[in-house]
């Protein structure tokens, strides 16, 4: 019953990539940002971004990443995620006007399947939502005003209507597709590897990922235009203080040999006159 319900919860606050970039849009003149998220078996790597517009006139927002948090999780136990964890998402979410979340969706590179970590991150995502419809339900039941209860709803949620989340795979692997039948290639493709690790490629494919590589490859479908103009800024930024820093090393290097090969011009009076007293 409760697995049911949170599917139901799930599919309420699940969206398109593409509506969370145009929420973004809608939001950035005021300070809107997109969490991203990549859940592990221990940690949930989390990245405040905002817009990748460096056009945005604003101080606060004029960066696209903010800041990158690691918060802990349970290993055992029915319960992975602490209700300190579970606050600090709520703060983070509420202090930087997150409006979306990208969530890492790790498939398999090889199969390009859901294996364990897409289940263990479904997982993560269901208990919150678990959490949150619990709360609403110990909140109707017990007679409260319902002014009281949006405040609290809104205040405690992590994920909701306004701020609903994208499940996005940052690999992009190219696999081939079953038939009619369900027959596909994948299952009889043979691999030249000499050693197969499945307790890292298949059973945690997530820990390879970072969320603010997540991000650059967000912003990177949704923004290309954006994207590129920023790769070149940053690369000619780059090569600028390159080449000025080569220059600059340069001419200390032709001051430091003129300095010690250049003989000053009392030593050249001085040096006839040596070859005269020698003659003599």
Not at 1 to 16: G, H
Not at 70 to 77: A, E
Not at 226 to 249: D, R, V, W
């Given at each position: 019953?409760?697995?049911?319900?949170?599917?139901?919860?799930?599919?309420?606050?699940?969206?398109?990539p593409?509506?969370?970039?145009?929420?973004?849009?809608?939001?950035?003149?005021?300070?809107?940002?997109?969490?991203?998220?990549?859940?592990?078996?221990?940690?949930?790597?989390?990245?405040?971004?905002?817009?990748?517009?460096?056009?945005?006139?604003?101080?606060?927002?004029?960066?696209?990443?903010s800041?990158?948090y690691?918060?802990?999780?349970?290993?055992?136990?029915?319960?992975?995620?602490?209700?300190?964890?579970?606050?600090?998402?709520?703060?983070?979410?509420?202090?930087?006007?997150?409006?979306?979340?990208?969530?890492s969706?790790?498939?398999?590179?090889?199969?390009?399947?859901?294996?364990?970590?897409?289940?263990?991150?479904?997982?993560?995502?269901?208990?919150?939502?678990?959490?949150?419809?619990?709360?609403?339900?110990?909140?109707?039941?017990?007679?409260?005003?319902?002014?009281?209860?949006?405040?609290?709803?809104?205040?405690?949620?992590?994920?909701t209507?306004?701020?609903?989340?994208?499940?996005?795979?940052?690999?992009?692997?190219?696999?081939?597709?079953?038939?009619?039948?369900?027959r596909?290639?994948?299952?009889?493709?043979?691999?030249?590897?000499?050693?197969?690790?499945?307790?890292?490629?298949?059973?945690?494919?997530?820990?390879?990922?970072?969320?603010?590589?997540?991000?650059?490859?967000?912003?990177?479908?949704?923004?290309?235009?954006?994207?590129?103009?920023?790769?070149?800024?940053?690369?000619?930024?780059?090569?600028?203080?390159?080449?000025?820093?080569?220059?600059?090393?340069?001419?200390?290097?032709?001051?430091?040999?003129?300095?010690?090969?250049?003989?000053?011009?009392?030593?050249?009076?001085?040096?006839?006159?040596?070859?005269?007293?020698?003659?003599?």
């Open positions: 019953m409760a697995s049911a319900t949170c599917s139901k919860e799930l599919m309420k606050v699940l969206t398109t593409s509506k969370i970039a145009s929420a973004l849009d809608w939001k950035k003149q005021i300070g809107g940002s997109i969490a991203t998220i990549d859940f592990h078996a221990t940690r949930i790597g989390l990245t405040i971004s905002h817009h990748p517009d460096n056009s945005i006139t604003n101080d606060e927002v004029s960066s696209s990443s800041g990158y690691s918060i802990p999780m349970f290993t055992k136990g029915k319960q992975k995620i602490p209700d300190s964890s579970r606050q600090q998402l709520s703060e983070l979410v509420q202090d930087n006007k997150v409006c979306g979340f990208v969530i969706w790790p498939l398999q590179k090889d199969t390009g399947l859901m294996g364990a970590s897409c289940g263990r991150t479904l997982f993560a995502i269901e208990e919150l939502l678990q959490h949150q419809s619990s709360q609403s339900q110990v909140q109707s039941q017990s007679h409260q005003s319902e002014e009281k209860q949006n405040s609290t709803n809104s205040n405690s949620s992590v994920f209507v306004n701020r609903p989340i994208c499940l996005w795979d940052s690999i992009h692997e190219e696999q081939p597709k079953a038939d009619i039948f369900g596909s290639s994948v299952y009889s493709r043979t691999s030249t590897k000499k050693e197969h690790c499945a307790s890292k490629e298949q059973y945690h494919q997530d820990e390879s990922i970072v969320a603010t590589k997540v991000w650059e490859d967000f912003v990177k479908t949704n923004w290309p235009d954006i994207y590129a103009t920023n790769e070149y800024q940053q690369q000619h930024s780059m090569a600028t203080k390159s080449s000025s820093s080569s220059s600059s090393l340069f001419n200390n290097n032709i001051e430091s040999s003129s300095s010690t090969s250049t003989p000053s011009q009392e030593e050249e009076e001085q040096q006839p006159r040596k070859t005269l007293a020698m003659v003599a």
